[in-house]
């Protein structure tokens, strides 16, 4: 199929069966699409053309993947009712399906019990598990006046420093192994001159997709006592693979032992964007949400989701696609979806075998999931930088669309890509295979990225004759 079919029978029918529910009502009139309507959706598509093909396997490069056809579909159904997963009062049926995916995710991390649910986004899901941790930490403090710090790797995405500075907790980072995961000797050493809150693990960082880890991350909390978040809001389905690294597995093992985790259904979940989640190992954190509404939580005495989130009104509709999404794909290993993942890592590392053999370009890590970074080699770091631009935009005109990234020196130590480091980063380019469509396309990407290698380096150097 297209991209671009229409929903077709299977919609109209399930729309007809959501219509009948509401049979016995007096007939009411609802606003027909009219000739403006119709003028503005012709505009929309007109207007929408102007994108990146972010749904085609040829755009590989930054974090986006296209909605599985049951996400969009469940969705637009939803859509027809327009629940609010505030309260129950608004969305009865999408708030008990949101409960229930919501458990499924905890069931594929290992936790029976839990407590969590779904929101906007990874800054969203983030900003309660950090928020949770500062609680927590100050009801237990004696005295308490004392801040405990949030720590992340200097890989962590950027919202935990901000989200920090939001919720008035210091930060501190930690810098990174060769791996580009959290270096343990310096976190330890910086648990021995801070209190330290709340440990952010980052699973599958946004620039490379490193894995932080786990194991000795959590020898370290059994010593010092912080909170450890796991921010899985890109990787935190993979432990469904089975083609893991075995170092990498075991940074997944151990997520069961975490106080908190957050995953983006947004992006690996195949839903469309508006689906962050964060779940809690303890459900007693609930108590830091506790609040009295005048005006909600009337219709029953059953758990209302805005009780337990910080944000109020929800999209119903967002937590209807990840159900129907994860019925129709089940979150369990050897299943369809697990296998999708499978074929996203299997591609990284295709792609990582086609660089590490190539005269020009250079992989500066072998993928821990399906993230791939590659230098450019250059008498210095400013040639090297100006080249990856110029082959990211060869790309493009040939319909690869790759993304670009400024990567520091120590990251590039190993691959050793430069002459002189004359600047302070390297922009690199880089490629986020998300689509299980990658594995088969990637001849085709490879052969369209040395095209563009070509055109670069032959117009880069007709431009600037090498001295
Ligand atoms: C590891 C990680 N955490 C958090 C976020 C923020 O998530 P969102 O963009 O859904 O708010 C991202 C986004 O790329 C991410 O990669």
Known sequence: LSYFEPFGVPFDVALAELGSAFESLPQATADALGEDGVEA???????MGDNYPYHHPLYIGQMLKPPHPVARQAYALAQYINPNNHALDGGRASSRMEKE?????????????????LCGGGTMANFE?????REEFASRAEGGHEAGAVVASAAAHYTHQRLSAVLGVPFAQVPLDSAGGMDVTALRSLLDQQAVATVVATLGST???????LPQLLALREEYGFRLHV?????????????LAPAVRDAYECVSQADSFVVDPHKHGLQPYGCGCVIFRDPAVGRHYQHDSPYTYFSSDELHLGEISLECSRAGAAAVALWATQRALPLVPGGDFASGLDHCLLAARRLHTHLSRHATLVPLQEPALDIVVWAVRGPSATVSSALAQEIFEEAARLDLHLAVVSMPQTLCVEADPVGEWDAPVLVCLRACAMKPQHLAWLNEVTDRLDRAVDAALARHYSERPPS
């Not at 993979?238 to 083609?243: E, P």
């Open 41 to 47: 959706l012709q505009a929309v598509a007109q207007r």
């Open 101 to 117: 995916a919501v458990a499924q995710i905890a069931v594929m991390i290992g936790w029976d019990t839990h407590l969590g649910h």
């Open 129 to 133: 598990a950090l928020w949770v941790g």
């Open 207 to 213: 620039a490379m997709g490193a894995v932080d880890p």
């Open 231 to 243: 921010d899985g809001a890109y990787g935190g389905y993979f432990g469904l693979s089975a083609k």
